[in-house]
């Protein structure tokens, strides 16, 4: 079965990707590794490369709903714009939340994509 729906959360340190059908979930963690460059003197490069890292996840998932908190989300949301357009494309929308768990994660997407789905006219399992 295709999983086309997945849900992010998505702060500077970590992520947690969730690609979900109606009966399954397959969970994809991924952790920044803090490195300080010496040129900036900052972790500006870590934090883009950790971004790319994210976006390369969402790689082969139609839709994709972004959550996390106020600050991460816009980072997040400014780096795909300006360097993933075409990953921005994939995205139906950026919801701040604090720390949810797995399955409310799940339940908040699941509820997205029907309301999405029912405005597109696509009849889909969710």
Same mark, same amino acid.
């Given at each position: 079965? #295709? +999983?086309?729906? /997945?849900? /992010? &959360?998505?702060?500077?340190?970590? /992520?947690? %990707? +969730?690609?979900? $059908?109606?009966?399954?979930?397959? !969970? ?8 300080? #460059? ?7 490069? #870590? @934090?883009? @490369?950790?971004?790319?890292? %994210? ?7 139609? !839709? %994709?709903?972004? $959550?996390?908190?106020?600050?991460? +989300?816009?980072? &997040? ?8 357009? +075409? $990953?921005?494309?994939? =995205?139906?929308?950026? @919801? ?5 768990? !797995? ?5 908040? /997407?699941?509820?997205? &994509? %029907?309301? =999405?789905?029912?405005?597109?006219? =696509?009849?889909?399992?969710?």
């Amino acid at each position: 079965m #295709t +999983l086309h729906h /997945a849900v /992010a &959360f998505v702060d500077h340190q970590s /992520a947690e %990707v +969730l690609q979900f $059908t109606a009966e399954q979930v397959v !969970e994809h963690k991924l952790h920044q590794q803090l490195k300080f #460059t010496r040129a900036h003197h900052s972790g500006v490069r #870590t @934090e883009h @490369e950790f971004f790319g890292q %994210v976006c390369d996840a969402f790689d082969g998932i139609a !839709e %994709v709903l972004v $959550t996390g908190g106020h600050t991460g +989300l816009a980072d &997040f949301r400014r780096y795909v714009d300006k360097h993933r357009p +075409l $990953t921005a494309a994939r =995205i139906v929308g950026y @919801e701040v939340v604090d720390h949810p768990t !797995e399955n409310q994660l799940v339940a908040l /997407a699941r509820k997205r &994509f %029907v309301k =999405i789905d029912q405005f597109l006219g =696509i009849q889909r399992p969710t």
